[in-house]
């Protein structure tokens, strides 16, 4: 068998169909896919590959993704905290953005963002921001995968006027990366009390037209349902269903608020559920019932957030947050066990993107987008359960090595897509501006 | 002035009566303690130390202090997981504790959690385990903290046959260790349903007699709750304030499922409160009303509880989980802002154990038990507050330097009294033979 790489490593969680993990186990890497997956004593006789690496201690997980995020925001981390999610947005994020949003804010705190992520074993993401033309370019020169989020709002920005000239801007970066191997464009209204009905009926429309996912805050917050409720006579997932908008397409990302028949609603529709528990807390926006929602059959990823309200890009750390406060918030400690927490942060996050096929497993045809843990730190030791260490132990600077379709990023924790020293001098120069302001 | 050490330092968060963050400062140390906190203009031209150190992008805090936890029980870290309290306790922590805790497992235990604890910036833990001489003996030749608990609990373990042996052994400890610096005998009933009254008087009368801290689990669940209200006909917290046990020499850990009179006592008689987030989400034990504890008064420290039910000993984390956690279950954006959960992981620690004179914030006078976190990875950048990106941001392998009386014990993120190979063979080994079990 043909094959560019051969690793060798302790364990391999595969995310597959079972939740087996897998001791002493190879993969092979040929042309980018994952070409086998076997264990290492049959590896070691029936492959030859261009170069074998060995890792001891490590365990091969599929690489996670983040499935709901606004990437520049990393520029705003730590701003404005301890706020609740209406004064956060009206009084210091909005002005701020307002002020400071353009290309080149996007593409620095794209950067940012890409370098904390690769770091963290995250190879996928799903963005909600604007000129998401130039994100998807910094992610494509990165070798970084992504969801870029045609962004739909109704307010005057400094990247668009109107929402006819946000679905504009959205179309041209379709058009532009529609066959590109890393980059599918992705609507992205930003939520039912900043769309109006009109432009939300649009993106149904070209949505079904394009085949692509529409990625939307819906239930964030108890206010938000009250006031989407005041207004229009009906709740907001009411009024995404009088849409036509729910279903497999749909991204609902926070969901918290649900009612037994919004939740059976869900789970008839296939919509799918990102949850954010971070930023939930966060900004005391309210629970979201994963245990419920999985009960019910729902698919339910996992997501950061943007910086500015989490206030990192780490999914481990969010697959961790998921799995103890499921079992907080349903009263039962068996709620979403640490395998669950990891099928969020990798299968079922590509469920929610539609890229199940490409993505978000270790099985042999799809995509090497492979992440190595380094489990032999303290903290992470002995060892009874890897996914128990990796899940409720871990911590992100024990990645070591990350692939995109088979094309190495991060070595031995170091990028090598991304140049650190000028993403950070950038930064800096972006906060001294900002704080002076 | 005479100086030992002079760290000159991008940001110090002092944790005195002030939520100040002081810019570019210097701390002295001399003999053991701190001798001065002042600007750097004034500490390069008023101070002559022996040695100087420069933490450009670092920020200075208080040693961490883990206000409860079961050291030894590192060695189980992932034995068991995603079960409910009583289940894990039963079926699995207690028949392996029954077969497998020894003088050598508490040692080899201790020793791995005190290598995650320092190696996390915690340089004072409040323990609860059998063989406290064990653990005892271990921090002092590592130059680590510790309030070693007297055990007390009804059943025979191989560490005593009953409740007068455990109080017998616990003097014995308490002989031992009286005057010395780093160790501190405090006793550790360990709950009111595994200990029956006449020990719990004793345990009242001896505390006043030594003037010596009551560790004990209170209030972790409704069943506990439940349990002694049906055995005893009155509550948990009733049933220690019949027997004179609630007051500032009190530590009550977890504390769920709280009624408003319950706060108002614990208020009114000043008695210490010791908050384990992370655990309590694990085995799904119900929300400690933070909140409402600190609007009441009440003291709140932080724990992390055992590896076994978090599964790190990590305080950076469970302060970010705190401050989380307190928005969500309290609703209110604001509730615990970084500083005050800072504040839960420094001095209201330091209260809890009655070591604020002591340690707690970096003040003159007080012992050298000083941590520096680099705060210049990517995810904690750009800086607009340091405390923001301390506790929502940063991760513990940014603990670069720990000193405990002045004394260091990690230096460049490498323990100085630990040698981490050793350790970590030794728990690989006892993970070996409790998996073959």
Redesign the interface.
């Known amino acids: 068998m043909h094959a560019d790489l051969l690793i060798h490593a302790d364990w391999v969680l595969p995310v597959d169909a079972s939740d087996a993990t897998l001791v002493k186990h190879s993969l092979v890497i040929a042309d980018g896919r994952i070409a086998a997956l076997l264990p290492r004593a049959e590896a070691e006789t029936q492959i030859e590959a261009a170069k074998t690496l060995e890792l001891p201690g490590h365990v091969l997980i599929p690489g996670l993704i983040n499935a709901h995020t606004h990437s520049p925001m990393s520029?705003l981390?730590?701003?404005a905290?301890?706020?609740?999610?209406m004064?956060?947005l009206h009084e210091h994020i909005w002005p701020a953005e307002g002020r400071w949003v353009d290309q080149e804010f996007v593409a620095d705190g794209t950067r940012?963002a890409l370098?904390?992520m690769l770091?963290?074993g995250i190879t996928c993401f799903n963005d909600m921001y604007f000129h998401a033309d130039v994100t998807a370019r910094v992610c494509a020169e990165a070798g970084m995968r992504v969801l870029a989020g045609m962004i739909v709002v109704d307010f005057p920005t400094r990247y668009a006027d109107n929402a006819d000239e946000y679905l504009r801007r959205g179309l041209e970066l379709y058009d532009h990366y529609r066959d590109h191997p890393l980059v599918r464009p992705a609507f992205a209204p930003h939520s039912t009390y900043a769309v109006s009905e009109a432009p939300l009926e649009r993106v149904r429309t070209l949505a079904d037209e394009l085949q692509v996912q529409v990625h939307i805050h819906l239930h964030e917050t108890r206010d938000e349902v009250m006031q989407v409720l005041r207004t229009h006579g009906e709740r907001p997932i009411a009024r995404l269903d009088r849409l036509g908008l729910l279903g497999p397409q749909l991204v609902a990302v926070h969901m918290t608020r649900l009612e037994d028949e919004e939740i059976a609603r869900l789970a008839e529709t296939d919509t799918q559920v990102v949850h954010c528990p971070?930023s939930?807390?966060?900004?005391?926006s309210?629970?979201c019932p994963v245990a419920d929602l999985i009960d019910a059959g729902v698919n339910v990823a996992l997501g950061t957030d943007g910086?500015a309200s989490?206030?990192?890009?780490?999914l481990l750390?969010e697959m961790r947050?998921a799995?103890?406060?499921a079992?907080?918030v349903?009263?039962?400690?068996?709620?979403v066990?640490?395998e669950q927490a990891l099928r969020m942060a990798t299968w079922n996050g590509a469920k929610a993107l539609g890229l199940e096929r490409e993505i978000g497993s270790l099985e042999v045809g799809k995509a090497a987008d492979v992440v190595a843990v380094d489990l032999?730190d303290?903290?992470?030791?002995?060892?009874?359960?890897p996914c128990?260490?990796l899940v409720?132990?871990a911590?992100?600077?024990q990645v070591r090595h990350v692939w995109i379709r088979g094309r190495q990023v991060l070595r031995d924790g170091e990028p090598l897509t991304l140049d650190?020293a000028v993403?950070?001098t950038a930064?800096?120069e972006?906060?001294g501006r900002?704080?002076e302001d």
């Open positions: 520029l981390r730590g701003l905290d301890d706020l609740p999610l004064t956060w940012l370098l904390e770091r963290g971070e939930n807390l966060k900004l005391a309210g629970f910086a989490n206030n990192d890009l780490n750390g947050t799995a103890l406060l079992k907080g349903s009263g039962r400690a068996n709620a066990p640490a032999s303290p903290h992470t030791q002995p060892m009874y359960h128990s260490q409720y132990a911590s992100s600077h650190p993403i950070l930064a800096r972006w906060a900002i704080s």
